[in-house]
């Protein structure tokens, strides 16, 4: 959801002149943004996977 407002915010940003500077600032920022969510999705699961191997969690 927060992409999606920052996309419609630079496409107002994107009409005037004057915001390139800033619309480029806030893209580089969403596609930051759109990879860190997808690399920590995906090394999360292997780091839980991990700790369910090494710490059991019936405790014994």
């Known amino acids: 959801m927060l992409a999606n407002l920052e996309i419609a915010r630079a496409t ?3 009409k005037d002149q004057e915001g390139q500077g ?3 600032y806030v893209l580089i920022l969403v596609l930051v ?3 860190s969510v ?3 999705t995906t ?5 839980s996977d991990l700790l369910n191997k090494v ?3 019936g405790g014994g």
């Open 43 to 47: 090394l999360g699961h292997d780091v």
């Open 22 to 24: 800033l619309t480029e």
């Open 38 to 40: 997808g690399i920590l």
């Open 12 to 14: 107002e940003i994107l």
């Open 33 to 35: 943004s759109i990879v």
């Open 55 to 57: 710490i059991p969690l």
